[in-house]
């Protein structure tokens, strides 16, 4: 029978309510068990896919295709784990569930109402997230005393009491804040947070609290009788260096016997690899400097997966990887040598939209000429041929129809449908409210025998990543690119997957995303190479 543990959070929001679920989830991992990890995001959004990075940081892409919250990479970046669309639902698709049941007759002409039919649909959803798996750890977005957590809180009520009393645990992530004026901890704003939690009727057993000072004991005292948790449980949970190094604080914190002692089983996680890289990370021994190109900069959210994804390339490396971040706009005015003249690498991410792509291609350019290893992810993939064909090709105006509808060379063009593996029209696509067909999600590629990307790979014959964008390569160009060096190293169902360039030491792009792959434990193979590659340009 699975066990759950709910996460919920208290006082203010950004207290790292994920990364402490995948600790948690973590050290259950590394102790043997079964673990899978489920987000609920009490927002009315279906999903996150259409909402901007302003808002909302990165959209983390399922191997199914599912549009998620950047939490879920989180998750499978700690736990090593491919999660689905399963694991992560809002408010949104709960009504949208229910009330498609209701239009159906499904409730056989019942008045419909948050208590029972929403909550149901919650605990249902909760139920078969865990099915099949020992622990599931299922983190509430939001903090406690918000509105729309209300139902969610309910459902969580109800599970604990449907449930045998051993097979839930309630985990509250609270703050104490530091008040430098009178130069002390202050716990009323967690007590307020958990009579608040009370008052729903969940009593925590653990709190886990996030504090810039260590906890006095006598606080920890305070915080037990106040909230009536165990002493034990009462868990320190400072600032960390990496957040890879959190589920080692937890252990050091004492966090293995009050989790052992309410579900009655052993835990003994073994933390040896994940020791030795996070040491990695926090004191490595190399350094590179790599010009991360993109537009949102101030918005290093919305690059989540892939700056993780260097920095677990870093941690198999022993290298740490200085990010210089390159506003593409900037490399419009000042030209790339200016920005990404000192750089041992450079990496052009993927993007929407027609702003900061002449500085893009500038960037790929200064790259291709001065033979600095380079990687180009899905936009950027997609802008090294534009380059190619402008500056080698000599076509001029070879563009990407998402910039230039007109262009009388459309050598990345929007299609409509996607063939998948079978020869079936591609099911995962979805309507895209900016016309045209996404495709998204996990695809095969197969990489040519004898490239950076067939090495970096390794040998199998087929590999799996993850989409999510509107546009291609125009197969139409193949020959002609072939003709002038660029070489096709990985296709698709005959979809251009890969790009690579004959006389350069390493210049790759690739019309997916490897970062939605990269997990601390098992880094993804292009971006270690092209870190790799970083290493020996220094
Ligand atoms: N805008 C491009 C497309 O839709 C690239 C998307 C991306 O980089 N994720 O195809």
Known sequence: MTKFIFVTGGVLSSLGKGITSASIATILKQSGLRVSMLKIDPYLNVDPGTMSPLEHGEVFVTADGAETDLDIGHYERFIDATLSAQNNF????????????????????????????????????????GEGFDFLIVELGGTVGDIEGLPFMEAIRELRHDLPKTNTMNIHVTLIPYIAAAGELKTKPSQHSVQELRRIGITPHMLV??????????LKRKLAMSCDVNYDAVIECGDAASIYQVPLNFIKEGILNPISNHFNIKLKPNMDKWSTLVKHIILPQHEVNIAFVGKYLDLKESYKSLTEALTHAGAHLNTKININWCDSERIEDVGAYEVIGNSD???????????????????????????????????????????????????????????????????????????????????????????????????????????????????DDIYYERHRHRYEANPKYKGALEKAGMIISGESNGLIEAVEIEDHPWFVGVQFHPEFTSHLETPNPIILEFVNQATKNI
């Open 90 to 129: 809002t408010t949104g698709q709960v009504y949208q569930s229910v009330i498609k049941r209701e239009r159906e007759g499904g409730y056989l002409g019942k008045t419909i109402q948050v208590i029972p039919h929403v909550v149901d649909e919650i605990k249902n959803r909760v139920l078969n997230a």
């Open 209 to 218: 609290c996030r504090t810039e000072q260590p906890l006095p004991k006598d």
């Open 345 to 459: 690498a450079v990496l052009v991410a993927g993007g929407f939209g027609h702003r900061g792509v002449e500085g893009k291609l500038k960037a790929i350019q200064y790259a291709r000429e001065n033979k600095i290893p380079y990687l180009g992810i899905c936009l950027g993939m997609q802008l090294s041929i534009v380059e190619y064909c402008r500056n080698v090709l000599e076509l001029e105006d070879a563009n990407s129809v998402e910039f230039n509808a007109d262009a009388k060379n459309p050598v990345i063009y929007l299609i409509d449908e996607f063939i998948d593996q079978s020869g079936e029209k591609q099911l995962r696509t979805h309507e895209s409210p900016m016309g045209g067909t996404m495709r998204l999600g996990e695809y095969p590629f197969e990489p040519k025998e004898g490239t950076n990307l067939k090495k970096a790979y390794g040998n």
